[in-house]
């Protein structure tokens, strides 16, 4: 299931998850079964091969430089980090982005991610200070993206409330 390293599952699951201080909170109830994924998306051979290259690439960096997640995401957020691994992780992550999308046929979208500063830099109400740099998308695009998913969970929904007054008149 790498699908979900994709930061199209992530817009999702910020927009819907809670926090709690300044921890994302994923309750499977709001962010997982709400998520509307694309057809066939188990099945995909393009989402499972970018996504397992994904992984595996993270797994090595990760052990060659002897640092786990946090560290090896605050180099990978780091507009300073221009160390060739870090460089093809963030294309990686990219091409993940850029698979996720073709599944869902928005090729339309151009997932164009730059270093920003955090939303939240200047938010001294949480204990622990967050790195104030992220490679992510510009705001135009991730609010595109979220759009198109609350939609496509819209209509399926419609579509399975419809299916079941169907099924009743069907007895």
């Not at 930061?7 to 994923?26: C, I, M, N, P, Q």
């Not at 994904?54 to 640092?67: N, P």
């Not at 870090?86 to 730059?114: E, F, K, S």
Request: glycine share 2%.
């Amino acid at each position: 299931m790498h699908y979900f390293q994709s930061r199209l599952h992530k817009t999702w699951a910020v927009f819907l998850g809670s926090s709690h201080e300044d921890w994302l909170r994923y309750p499977s109830s709001d962010c997982f079964e709400t998520f509307p994924f694309p057809k066939s998306w188990e099945t995909n051979p393009n989402l499972e091969a970018i996504g397992k290259q994904y992984y595996e690439f993270r797994a090595d960096l990760m052990v060659r430089t002897k640092q786990g997640l946090t560290d090896t995401y605050n180099h990978f957020h780091d507009p300073d980090a221009t160390e060739p691994d870090i460089l093809q992780l963030r294309t990686l992550h990219d091409a993940m982005d850029r698979a996720v999308l073709n599944a869902y046929d928005w090729h339309d979208i151009i997932p164009t991610c730059t270093l920003q500063l955090d939303e939240d830099e200047d938010d001294t109400s949480t204990r622990r200070k967050k790195k104030p740099w992220r490679y992510r998308w510009t705001e135009d695009i991730h609010d595109e993206v979220l759009a198109r998913l609350l939609s496509l969970n819209d209509e399926r929904a419609e579509a399975e409330i419809l299916g079941r007054k169907t099924a009743k008149a069907g007895r």
